[in-house]
């Protein structure tokens, strides 16, 4: 399985981005979808998922209320709307692919590449 993330770039706080994460092979409803983000010299933290048989979604504080996390079966693509973005959103964001419910990367099988979002002040 392959996860090809795109979207990054730059963008003044306060502005908006959308990622989106293309698998290689088919989700399956059973499969978690979700997005993290590193940034320099930090650990890799969750953002959010979608549980993709339901598309029940999870976000984390930081993110609830700015960020969208949607989906399309048919294109096997997960997308992460970024609104009302902050100088502290500016990291390497994932996407992984995890068999259950997680929100700990070490539960994430397959990652993407990773897209850079910088977000100017």
């Known amino acids: 399985v392959q996860l090809q993330a795109s979207g990054g770039g730059t963008v003044q706080a306060g502005g908006s981005r959308r990622l989106s994460c293309v698998a290689s092979?088919?989700?399956?409803?059973?499969?978690?979808m979700g997005w993290f983000r590193q940034a320099p010299g930090k650990e890799r933290e969750f953002v959010g998922l979608?549980?993709?048989?339901?598309?029940?979604?999870y976000y984390s504080d930081s993110v609830r209320g700015r960020f969208t996390i949607s989906r399309s079966a048919a294109e096997n693509a997960m997308y992460l709307q970024m609104d009302s973005l902050k100088s502290e959103d500016t990291a390497v964001y994932y996407c992984?692919?995890?068999?259950?419910?997680?929100?700990?990367?070490?539960?994430?099988?397959?990652w993407g590449q990773g897209t850079q979002v910088t977000v100017s002040s």
């Open positions: 992984g692919r995890a068999l259950a419910f997680a929100t700990a990367p070490s539960q994430y099988a397959y």
């Open positions: 092979t088919r989700i399956f409803s059973s499969h978690v």
């Open positions: 979608i549980r993709w048989g339901v598309g029940r979604v």
